[in-house]
């Protein structure tokens, strides 16, 4: 039986994409307060700062995004329809003049179907919040933030991919076909990775700005991904 204190159980099966948002919104606002990221969201961002911020995650994307797509059940793969967004990445590293250089060719995912829904969750969700970035950049940057494929990767329709995403993800684990459990333990697994190669990015970027992470109460997390938003929108 399912002990419904545990934070890694979804409460249903049927809301397993909004059970993830609550699981790991405490390491998406670690991510969001990395010295990297604060500079992107920050009034005074520079093309620099979006130059950083699109080589640290064309790591992340290299290291992750092929092995949890080979990982999925084909069928599931073609449910989710998700395109790769590495190419989007490299695109807008070359027309800033920066192609990519990768430090390093490991490939890196959680085992299992399930787990790779997870770790996929996380990456498609980056664009998610990606379209709000683009947005502020555009307004700071103006025509130097040039096309941002990646951020705006799905452009007007960022909306409806994601409800189409969330919602098979509710379906598939509404029909048994994958474990909540597993996915949401493969999302935890690939944002706390994923957090860790954007703060060695960091390191390497801006070493005397990189400091000690500090880890906010349980359930703060929500709140300042909340707040994130309204920041942004306003600025
Ligand atoms: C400065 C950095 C970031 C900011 C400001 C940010 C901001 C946001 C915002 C505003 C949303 C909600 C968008 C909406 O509901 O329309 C969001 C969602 C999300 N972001 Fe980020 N994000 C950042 C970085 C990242 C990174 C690097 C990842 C993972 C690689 C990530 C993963 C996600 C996920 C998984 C969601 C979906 C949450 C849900 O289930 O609704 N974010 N982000």
């Known amino acids: 039986m399912h002990d419904i ?3 890694t159980r979804p409460a249903t099966s049927a809301r397993l994409a909004i059970h993830l948002r609550h699981a790991t919104a405490k390491t998406h606002q670690a991510v969001e307060r990395l010295p990297l990221m604060a500079r992107l969201t920050s009034p005074s961002v520079t093309r620099e700062d979006y130059l950083d911020y699109l080589h640290a995650l064309a790591e992340v ?22 395109r790769p967004k590495l ?10 003049g920066q192609p990519h250089i990768p430090r390093t060719s490991t ?39 040039g096309s941002a494929g990646f951020l705006d990767f799905h452009g007007e329709h960022s909306s409806a991919a994601w409800k189409r995403f969330a919602g098979i993800l509710d379906s598939l684990s509404a029909h048994g076909r994958i474990d909540p459990a ?8 690939t944002f706390a990775l994923v957090h860790r190669m954007l703060e060695d990015a960091d390191a390497r970027s801006a070493p ?20 994130s938003v309204a920041a942004l929108q306003e600025d």
Do not use: F, M, W
């Open 182 to 189: 597993e996915v949401v333990s493969g999302a935890h697994t």
């Open 107 to 145: 490939q890196l995912a959680p085992a299992g179907s399930g787990a790779a829904l997870g770790g996929l969750y996380v990456l498609e969700g980056a664009t998610l919040g990606g379209r709000v970035i683009a947005k502020h950049l555009r307004r700071c940057l103006g025509p130097a933030l």
């Open 61 to 82: 994307y290299a290291a992750l995004e092929g092995s949890l797509l080979d990982v999925l059940d084909e069928e599931i793969r073609n449910d989710l329809g998700v």
């Open 5 to 7: 204190h545990d934070a």
């Open 208 to 227: 005397a700005q990189a400091g000690p992470e500090h880890i906010e109460p349980p359930g703060s997390g929500a709140r300042r991904l909340a707040t």
């Open 87 to 96: 190419p989007a990445i490299l695109d807008d590293l070359a027309e800033q």
